[in-house]
């Protein structure tokens, strides 16, 4: 099994069985729909497993097969309507990237979409790329995984110059992964490079905080191999801000990390806490962890991987497993004060394994994806209410 089927599939996940373990939460019906059921094939996604984006009332998002008659296919880019109705964008075709695992994000100077994929282009080690409204692709790098990292995961993030910036990883390269810039006239630059100690394979988004550092995770690496929390100052130097035990603490980062207005970090591990189905947790500025939940692997889901997404005091996210008998994640929302609500849980039918995060609409609609289930097993769009 590939590196890509392995993680569509949820091959990385280890499933434990267990009996719950004592946490507050609970569950509400909340209005869930599914707005689009993906079939793959000649002119269709597959599998999405990024965070989807709201732009001009559309979702615009990536699949990471799909696009031709082939088992697995390329990927494409995606526009589906708050009405349910889909557009492909745009269908890669290898030599312009292949395999795209993060969602999209808007230049804020030119309000164009730019996205990367995990391999393809001309080192096989993905590219860079600003996609047109009409779907006209520009790829604007190529990986090396020689100088710069490859298998680029994570949305891209930007400042308020247009620079944009973001992770690769280390797998099938030279080294444990590396941050880099792509500055708004095309340069690119490799702002560190992971040595094992300090962290390896980075694949979260970043953060990044009004003083210019960037905050994120590894999933591998630091004291213990468990995986760390980071933050690389503008002058080039990283602290590693927590590196994972692997045990009551957790292991395996692999989600977005948000910050609140005091600085508070919080995200998820894939594995680690009580029952090793992974933990929501607060690091603060000092670097003192506070595990938040831990996730059971029963009702409350289990292995989250997916970003967080903040709205005031609440955290709302997804767990790729979990949620009841079918085993296929939930949607959850979590107070600061240790409550937490289980908005939906996936049946199959109408999606299975969120990967991905949730994004904000309006009058309290969160919007998503599920990598898996749904009519054709490809995959869903869906919307919740959060209300």
Known sequence: MSLREGIRSGAWLLVIPLTAFGHSESARSADYQVLYNFVGGLHDGAHPIGTVLLRKGNLYGTTEYGGDSGLLGPGVVFRVALDGSETVLHIFNYSDGNGPQAGLTTDPITGKLYGSTT?????????????EDDGTETVLHHFNPATDGNFPRGR????????????????GGQNDGTIYRLAQDGSFEVLHTFVGNDGEDPAARLERDRAGNLYGTTFFGGANNSGTVFKLMPSGTLVTLHSFSGGGDGARPIGRLVRDKAGNLYGTTLLGGAANQGVLFKLASDGTETVLHDFSG??????????????????????????GSCDCGTVFEFTLDGRETILHSFNGSDGANPYAGLIKGRNGVLYGTTANGGSAGDGVVFRVSSN
Do not use: M
């Open 156 to 171: 891209l993030i930007h400042d308020s110059q247009g620079n944009f910036y973001g992770i690769a990883s280390s797998l």
């Open 298 to 323: 029963g009702a409350d889901g289990a292995q989250p991987q997916a970003d967080l997404t903040r709205i005031g005091d609440t955290l709302y996210g997804t767990t790729g497993s979990g949620g």
């Open 119 to 131: 391999d393809g282009g001309a080192y096989g080690g993905g590219v860079l790329f600003r996609l």
